[in-house]
Every structure is written in structure tokens, then in C-alpha cells.
């Protein structure tokens, strides 16, 4: 059998496995990142054209290519539709960013934690993936400067807004201080923002691609947490020298996105029906976001640590007491609860032990409470045994 | 700016030109491969849940896969619905086994001709193709055992009905011939199946895979030609001991496929509606191209030889006097003609000069007889200049 080398560096199915467990019934979990199934909205295909069934443009549909710029233009991201890419969810623009940038040993710089999927599909290219140490606000922009001077990375892969897994939001100053780096030392910045629309507070700060004045720059998005993840609609939006090799590695993946979906989107956008849905999610999603709070104080005020996220889907805990996380799995699936163990967040999981990812919004507010009771105990007697 | 290896490869957009400029109003187009307006079905949407708008399995959805794999097993593949693999198209499927198998310089075997956006993304992985020589029951088989020993390919990539461009179908002696050898040397079959349904004279034989006894394959299929391409939805089949690995292949490509177009397709296969719609298609592309026939005798009987291809979408012509077509695109145009020039179908293109590879679906009939003796004209004209 000769596969390529690149299939040697297919991560281990853990997380697979984590979330085929979640599925078991009576399993609590607090693993996966799904909208909840009550806040689906109602959508209505009965005036949906005959010709959306035909073979349609690799860039995406041209309305929806011109209502996502507007969007963007809004946010404060100079662009036209011509540098929209409609894509089948947004992981999909990064297979077509890590194909653009990635061969084996590509140097690029990601922050730690970062997305694990993010992770799984720049490794599979082989990249050699350095990692970026946080602050509460963003970057150690001191660490930046050192690893864009000493590596030249191909690009930087950021998530500045409601941060999968830790939650957290880059302050204004360091959005633009990481503009200027990458300006400074030319590095394409690949910025990611499937969370912006759930924020709890209030807005955010613009994007940091919408800061740069000549680095070159990929911006995505995703209708997956805002209105329906089973359409497989996502895009991006790049600067003109990236968008002619993103729109031919498109066509060769899979020659477009699908329109029924990009249809039903445009239904959506703009719209006020839209505005009232996201209303109605935020509220949803920060009550559940503060009974997680109090639930959390109750069970691992003694063992963690955290701060309490303004929007997104997750809590990230950090343990006083570290330990290897993924060593907990068994134990709390033997009692009916999953989470997802804080290390494949990291390029070096084994230099990462004691943190945990949980998500807040799926487990019933009448399960909480047991949840959390049994997934502290599990740290505990882990702890304990460890001693 | 620093891509990646892999970029330098990505193709002139030759034929995306070609495709756009098929678009411009009053272009009689013979390039592209559209299913015919008038023959996309009428779909129904009212009854799908609403469950799935969720994020979905990457495997597919359940019941769709046990369909797709009663379906391939009445056509004789002995297969289980865990071997099954839900895509966004069947172009999906290439870009999975090119990651699974293409490493810079991998070789593997293809029909000359072959599939245009299959030799695309090959090519883009760093695959080196090695042409298999046609004759016109299928491959000639002293040269396909001469480069299965010389050469040991990764995989042989195969389009044994109806095949894109050349529209030729594999005997029945052809296709046991090809999976013994396969057997003998223990290369991995790719059968790609796009056509099969669309046959003028009944049926046709059984796929390869089905006849290998212990070579892994990958068998892809789409209802791109037979129900909706907007839906992109496809498929694959393949050996268990490859799904693990494009199983998780598909999951960092884009997680899953869109469940929209996955839960239409389930309420058409296997009933009566879509047995129904399928011999209405049949009768239709029949009666197009035994009309294309006959204007191809009136106006290209002294310029060219072809098959008058007993399924499929495409005429394959073959010059009596070769020369590159490609220089022939630009006059075509000028007089509103478009078609697809025969070289960017081969490995090397420079060494097969004049083929054209014309779509009989979609130019209204009335326009038929206008539109192949312009084309005619200009084929006559570069000749005379040539001479």
C-alpha cells in the first residue's frame, strides 16, 4: 500500500471518537460546538427557482457574493463582491488556504490554543505550526514581533473575536498592533470569525484585516452558528492578489458550492427576520451562558480557573492542578458526561496539560447542574490519585 | 509573496474562459457539460425537517447511504453501507484520493484522453500522469500491462461508461481483463461513474470494482447528470481498507456534506419518480443526439471521424487533418461558436493535436445545423491557412 507521505500526519480519530460518544444516549456533553436544536429557525424553500438546480459559478452566487461585501463593508473590511468566495463552510477555506501556502516544513504562525481543526488540516499539508502565546487581551505582541522576525512565517492564522477554544476577544489596541506587525513584515493574516454575531455584550471591534494596509489577507465566515450548519454554506473574502488562486483551487476541490444552500442564505441576509433571529439567539445563548457561570462557581470554583466568555460557545478552564485531560475522557464518559480535553488545542499538546473546553450551550439548564457535579468529581479523583 | 510548490501548477484558466465566454448571450455553446434546462425535476421541499439544517455526520446521512449502497450492489458491488462516503460532488472525491495518494512525483495511470478537471487536480497534487492508449472497447491492454510493471502506479484512474471526453464504454471482455491485471499487479482502482444512467441502448456492463478480488478501489458516482448538480451532492464506494483514511480526509476538507441536498436525493432514489424522470432524460438526450449526428454528417463527414456515443453527454472528433484546436477558439467565438478543444484532455496535450470534444445536450435543435456548419467553417479556414 504507498499512500502519500501526507496521510502518515492523519491525526488520531480522539475527537471523532469524543463526539460519536456525545451521540450515546443519555450522555451529557459538553464536547461539541452545535448550535442548539430549539434555535434552528423555520426556513421556507416553496418560492426557491427550478435553475437553482443547474451547475452554478465557482465563485458562489452573484447576489450572495455582493450581499456578503456589503456585509463586510459594513464591519469596516474594504472589499467589493468580485473578492467574495462562497465556500462549503468555512473549514473548507482553509484546505483552500492551507493548499495556497502549505508544503511540507511551511512555517506558519497560529495562536495557542488554536482551532483544532485549523490545526488538523495545516498539519495534514505539513506545516510546521509555531505557536503564539496569549494575553487576555490578544497576542504577546512581544513574542509576535520575535517569531515574524526570526521565521517570516507564510502566513499568521487568527481568531480574534470569541476565540475557539479559550473564548477570549482581542481589544481594539492589539488588533491594531497586530495590523501593523504584519504590515511591517508583510505576512498574510487568514482571519476567522464564525462567532462574531454571538456576542453577549454588544459589538465588537472591527477585523483586523480591515486594519492592514498592505499585507495581503484572507477573512472568513460561516452561516453555521448563526442560522443553519447543515447548509454547508461558509465564504471568504480576499485580497485581490490571493483571490484569483483561492477561486481555481475552489473549482478543482469540488466546482462549487451548492446554490439550494447559497439560496436559502440570501433569503436571510439583510433582512430583518434575520436581525430578530439573532436577537433571539443572543438572549438564548447568554442565559445559558450565566446558569454555565453559576454552575461552574458551584462545582470548580476550588479547581479552575476561567474567565467568563462575552460571547462564542465555550468556557476554557485552566486546573490549579494540572494534569493530562485527555486521561479524564474515560472516566467521565463511565459516567455519562463528555468534554473535550483542552491539549489537541495546542501544535504541543504534551507541553499543554490541564485545560478543558466547554461548551455552554447544548447540555438542558436541568442537566447543568449534575453535569458539572460529576465532571468535577472526575478531576478530583484524578487528582487524588495522582498525589 | 511565498505559495506554495503546489500553486505553480495550477492551470491556465483556459477553459474557465471557454465557460464564461459559452455564457454571452447568443453564443451557441457545444463546450459545456449542463444537463438541459428543461430537464432539471421539479423538487419538493415541504416535508424536510427541520433537524437538518444541523451539522450533520461526515459519513453522510444514515439512510442515504444505506440507499447509495443497495443501489451499487444491484449493479453488483459487493459493498456495505459503511463503505459508503457522502461528497460534495463527485469532483470531491478526486481531490480526497489525491490527498490520500499523490505526493510530488507519485506516478499514476490515466485514459489519453482522460477527464479534464480530474487531470486538474492531479496535476495540482504533483501527480506524474502516465497516459494508457485507448482503442474502442477500452484500454489496450499489452500497453496497460506494459505500465503496470514498469511503473507501479499509485492508482489507475478509470471512466469505463461513456467516458468524458472520448464517450467510449469498456467491453464487457475489456472491463474482466483490466480488474485481473489490477489483481495481478495490485493497483488501486479509481472507477468514476458519472454517465452510467445516461444510456441510449439499455444497459450497461457491470463496474470493475466488482470484478476484483483483493485490489482496494474507490468507486464514485454523482446525481449531478441524472437529477440536480446544484445540489452537489456525490459519492464514493470504497475497499475498507481505504475509508477509514478518506473518511477523515473528508472531515478536514469541509466536515460534511451539505444535508439539504443529501435528505433531496434520498426522497428520489430508488422510487418510481426518479425511474420515471430517468427514461424522459434518456428519450431526450437521445433524440439530441441522434440530431447532432446527423447535422455532424452534413457538415464535418470530409473534416473528421467520431463514434456516435451510445450514452453520455459528448461527441469526441477527430480530425482527418490534425492541428491544434486550441488556435481555433478564438475564430469559433468570433462567430458565436463555442466547443472544447481536444488537447487540454491529455497528459500532453502538445502531442495530440486535433481532437474536439462537443456537447450534443444543450444547442437547441433549430440552432444545431447553423451553429456546426459555422464551426465547420472555421476548421475549413484554418486549414486552407495552414496549407
Redesign the interface.
Known amino acids: 500500500?504507498?499512500?502519500?507521505?501526507?496521510?502518515t500526519r492523519?491525526?488520531s480519530?480522539l475527537i471523532?471518537e469524543i463526539l460519536a460518544a456525545a451521540q450515546r444516549p443519555g450522555v451529557m456533553s459538553f464536547a461539541?460546538g452545535?448550535?442548539a436544536?430549539a434555535m434552528?429557525?423555520?426556513?421556507d424553500?416553496?418560492d426557491?427557482p427550478?435553475?437553482?438546480?443547474?451547475?452554478?459559478m465557482?465563485e458562489g452566487e452573484p447576489a450572495l457574493r455582493e450581499a456578503l461585501a456589503a456585509e463586510a463593508r459594513a464591519l469596516g473590511v474594504d472589499c467589493q463582491a468580485s473578492q467574495v468566495l462562497v465556500?462549503?463552510?468555512s473549514?473548507?477555506a482553509l484546505?483552500l488556504a492551507a493548499?495556497?501556502?502549505?508544503?511540507q516544513g511551511?512555517q506558519i504562525l497560529l495562536e495557542a490554543p488554536t482551532y483544532l481543526?485549523a490545526l488538523?488540516?495545516f498539519q495534514?499539508?505539513g506545516a510546521d505550526c509555531l505557536a503564539l502565546p496569549m494575553q487576555a487581551d490578544g497576542p504577546d505582541l512581544v513574542e509576535l514581533r520575535d517569531r515574524l522576525q526570526r521565521h517570516?512565517p507564510?502566513f499568521i492564522y487568527l481568531i480574534p473575536t470569541f476565540q475557539n477554544p479559550s473564548g477570549l476577544r482581542y481589544s481594539e489596541a492589539k488588533r491594531d498592533a497586530v495590523a501593523a506587525l504584519l504590515d511591517e513584515f508583510g505576512v498574510t493574516l487568514i482571519e476567522d470569525e464564525p462567532y462574531r454575531e454571538l456576542s453577549f455584550d454588544g459589538g465588537s471591534a472591527q477585523p483586523i484585516v480591515s486594519r492592514l494596509r498592505n499585507a495581503?489577507w484572507i477573512y472568513t465566515g460561516t452561516v453555521?452558528k448563526t442560522?443553519?450548519?447543515?447548509?454547508?454554506?461558509g465564504y471568504l473574502i480576499a485580497s485581490p492578489?490571493l483571490f484569483p488562486?483561492l477561486l481555481?483551487?475552489k473549482?478543482?476541490?469540488?466546482?462549487?458550492?451548492?446554490?439550494?444552500?447559497q439560496w436559502?442564505v440570501l433569503q436571510w441576509l439583510g433582512s430583518d427576520k434575520l436581525q430578530l433571529h439573532l436577537k433571539t439567539l443572543r438572549d438564548y445563548y447568554r442565559t445559558r451562558r450565566d446558569a454555565f457561570q453559576v454552575a461552574l462557581e458551584t462545582h470548580f470554583a476550588d479547581l479552575a480557573d476561567w474567565h467568563k466568555p462575552d460571547g462564542g460557545l465555550f468556557f476554557w478552564l485552566t486546573l490549579k492542578q494540572p494534569l493530562d485531560t485527555r486521561t479524564l475522557l474515560a472516566e467521565a464518559l463511565a459516567v455519562d458526561v463528555a468534554f473535550m480535553p483542552g491539549e489537541p488545542f495546542f501544535p504541543d499538546p504534551d507541553r499543554h496539560h490541564g485545560h478543558l473546553r466547554l461548551n455552554f450551550s447544548h447540555v438542558a439548564p436541568g442537566q447543568l447542574d449534575e453535569g458539572l457535579r460529576r465532571l468535577a468529581q472526575v478531576v478530583r479523583n484524578a487528582q487524588a490519585a495522582q498525589v
Chains 1, 2 share one sequence.
Open positions: 500500500m504507498a499512500f502519500s507521505e501526507r496521510v492523519l491525526k480519530s471523532r461539541g452545535l448550535p436544536e434552528l429557525p423555520k426556513v424553500w416553496a426557491m427550478v435553475g437553482m438546480g443547474q451547475y452554478g465557482s465556500v462549503s463552510g473549514q473548507q484546505d493548499k495556497l501556502y502549505i508544503d511551511t481543526a488538523q488540516i495534514l499539508f517570516r507564510a495581503s453555521s442560522l443553519l450548519p447543515g447548509l454547508r454554506v492578489d488562486h481555481r483551487l473549482q478543482a476541490a469540488d466546482l462549487h458550492t451548492n446554490r439550494v444552500g436559502q
